[in-house]
């Protein structure tokens, strides 16, 4: 792996394209009024901006200003929360604006990063694989988001590139650095410590068959020991807030999954996203499909004979570095088949990077037998995805945008609560109890025993303000209300529009909790 910087030219090709396509969409979501942004920005997204306000005005993570919560990702969390205690009045697009150029750092340096791995690990073109995966519609939509996403991707090209320029005269300024940045990726996402575990397991067999370096070894497992003290630190953290060591929200998460049934199938289909373009994106997406199906195809078989050649003809550390990725790639198939129901795209944070090493072995592999093929193939691939990244992912979130709006003019209906509550709460001005669990440490309890009438009597809680599917018999279990009492408990009605007609067009339903259900005795 002592190539002389090879493939420099396609390193800083693809970091350029990655860093002005991040640019171009920043500029394209800050000029967006509320009403559009909000089919770009997942609900999830507003469950850190409430708490992030709620904790920098009042010292608590809340997000209804009641419960405790900790379902969220440290480093993003305390990010937003010292933005609003610097800016306390900041709307949503300066939002957009200072956390995008964060982002837009991160996603930038991680594309460099692994290029220059993919250029060390394979040779000359294989740059296109990192190209192909990092300019997908998938990767772009949710990299310069208000998610976590970009940090989590600078810390595993991080670590793989240390890993990658390891050798026998790494100094101990190296250990410290892998210490480091275990303990970012850490907090930037808490799942991401698979990473660095794999690549640990991996190293350490390969160093007992003489087929790595000791040295590799050990940076791998300073990697571990500084994401094990990041598992430590957010441990603490959870238990500081709710009094629990393990997060409610994964719990709750969990549940759903296991309520639903295990599958990898979902995750396998995250992966494949990679070479799609947007699921959204109606007609033009179905007619390119079965090319951009047929460049996957070709990319997989070319990344099978990529990796046999590297694994076959590549020297020890080379070949420990790929089975690593591919380690960790299989690993978060596994890990995630446990939370298969409440898979969203951005988990792709975690993924993103080893796929797109992997990509970029075969991306080697078809550049040494058809060079201009291969990069006008690899050009019109990156085009598509660019194209579609600019389709709105959440066009149904529209509707929880006038949800909000109609609660900030309405606060009669308050106390309210919703299972989709970023968005009201945050175009609601707050206040808003949430009902799935993910932002409400309370409401495990009472989801898993399926009596989530109970915690509404026990709130008090005037209204309830979402789609009208969460109280349908499908959905009943997952919202918490299996035994069906709290629908039972509910009147629907619709919004209504500013001349007092009925607003027909907004699927979100108002539902009015019964009396008789507010007051009863809770035991």
């Avoid at 997942?42 to 901006?49: G, K, T």
């Avoid at 018999?473 to 009492?485: T, Y």
Wanted: glycine fraction near 10%; include cysteine.
């Amino acid at each position: 792996m002592n190539r002389a910087e090879p493939g420099r030219a396609g390193q800083w090709i693809v970091t350029a394209l990655v860093g002005l396509v991040a640019v171009a969409r920043l500029i394209f979501l800050y000029r967006l009024p509320d009403r559009l942004l909000v089919r770009y920005i997942p609900d999830d997204a507003y469950y850190y901006l409430v708490m992030g306000r709620n904790f920098a005005q009042t010292g608590r993570w809340t997000f209804d200003g009641v419960e405790p919560a900790s379902g969220f990702h440290l480093l993003w969390g305390y990010l937003l929360a010292a933005l609003y205690r610097m800016a306390p009045a900041i709307n949503l697009q300066g939002i957009i604006l200072v956390t995008g150029v964060v982002n837009i750092g991160c996603v930038t340096l991680a594309a460099w990063l692994a290029a220059r791995t993919a250029a060390r690990l394979y040779g000359d073109g294989a740059t296109i694989g990192i190209a192909i995966v990092m300019l997908s519609a998938l990767s772009l939509q949710w990299d310069v988001n208000l998610m976590e996403t970009a940090p989590v991707l600078l810390a595993s090209a991080a670590v793989l590139d240390l890993l990658c320029r390891t050798d026998e005269a790494t100094s101990r300024w190296s250990a410290a650095a892998a210490v480091g940045l275990g303990l970012f990726g850490m907090l930037a996402r808490s799942d991401f410590g698979m990473l660095p575990l794999c690549l640990f397991a991996m190293h350490f067999l390969m160093a007992k068959r003489g087929l790595s370096s000791r040295t590799m070894t050990r940076i791998s497992a300073a990697v571990l020991a500084g994401s094990v003290l990041g598992l430590a630190v957010v441990l603490l953290h959870t238990h500081w807030i709710s009094g629990e060591w393990a997060q409610s929200s994964a719990l709750q998460k969990l549940l759903w999954s296991r309520q639903r049934g295990y599958s990898s199938r979902l995750v396998l289909s995250l992966l494949h996203r990679f070479f799609l373009p947007s699921e959204n994106s109606g007609t033009i997406s179905r007619r390119v499909e079965w090319i951009a199906a047929t460049v996957a195809f070709g990319m997989l078989a070319s990344l099978t004979a990529g990796l046999w050649k590297t694994i076959s003809d590549g020297d020890p550390k080379r070949r420990a570095m790929v089975f690593g990725v591919v380690g960790t790639i299989l690993a978060y198939v596994v890990f995630y088949r446990f939370n298969s129901s409440e898979l969203q795209n951005w988990y792709v944070a975690n993924l993103e990077i080893p796929v797109a090493l992997l990509a970029a072995g075969g991306g080697r592999w078809l550049v040494e037998r058809q060079r201009v093929l291969s990069l006008t193939i690899a050009g019109l691939v990156c085009a598509c995805g660019v194209w579609f990244s600019f389709e709105p992912p959440l066009t149904y979130q529209a509707a929880l945008y006038g949800g909000g709006v109609y609660l900030k003019a309405h606060p009669e209906l308050r106390p309210v609560g919703a299972w989709n509550s970023g968005i009201i709460s945050y175009f609601g001005d707050g206040e808003v109890t949430n009902l799935d669990g993910l932002v409400n440490d309370r409401i495990l309890p009472y989801s898993s025993a399926g009596t989530l009438a109970t915690y509404v009597r026990q709130r008090d809680l005037k209204t309830v303000l979402d789609f009208r599917v969460w109280f349908s018999a499908g959905l009943s279990q997952r919202a918490g209300d299996a035994n069906g009492e709290l629908g039972r408990c509910v009147e629907e009605q619709m919004l209504m529009r500013a001349n007092g007609e009925p607003d027909a067009n907004n699927p979100v339903r108002i539902f009015m909790v019964k009396p008789q259900c507010r007051k009863a005795q809770v035991k």
